[in-house]
């Protein structure tokens, strides 16, 4: 069981950069595979990014990459998501979630989800 918790979320202008944390629990997060997403209101969840237990290998999004960083500190067990240049498309709420296992195709926990609002 994995609780997540995620914080950093608040108000930024347009070209404005934001850090995301997620903090989880339990003492195997280093064997979990990581993932961000974001849902805006009227709109579908999207992914975004992706890291696996080890951090060697991350995946993006086409819509985020160049300009989302995803991290982990499995020491700290938390995994963040580093945002530059946030435009106001960018404006949702973010959630972390976790993958039992790196060839999961599926996320097995969510957190409550943090508000990134991106003003033009």
């Known amino acids: 069981q994995v609780q997540l918790i995620e914080s950093g979320g608040g108000l930024v202008q347009t070209g404005d950069s934001l850090r995301l944390s997620c903090a989880a629990s339990?003492?195997?997060?280093?064997?979990?595979?990581m993932g961000w997403f974001r849902q805006a209101p009227g709109k579908e969840r999207e992914f975004l990014a992706r890291?696996?237990?080890?951090?060697?290998?991350?995946t993006y999004a086409n819509s985020v990459k160049g300009r989302f960083t995803i991290s982990r500190d499995n020491a700290k067990n938390a995994v963040y998501l580093q945002m530059s240049n946030l435009k106001p498309e960018d404006t949702a709420v973010y959630y972390c979630?976790?993958?039992?296992?790196?060839?999961?195709?599926?996320?097995?926990?969510w957190g409550q989800g943090t508000q990134v609002t991106v003003s033009s």
């Open positions: 979630a976790a993958q039992a296992s790196d060839y999961s195709s599926q996320y097995d926990y």
């Open positions: 890291i696996t237990s080890s951090g060697r290998t991350t």
């Open positions: 339990g003492r195997t997060f280093s064997s979990y595979g």
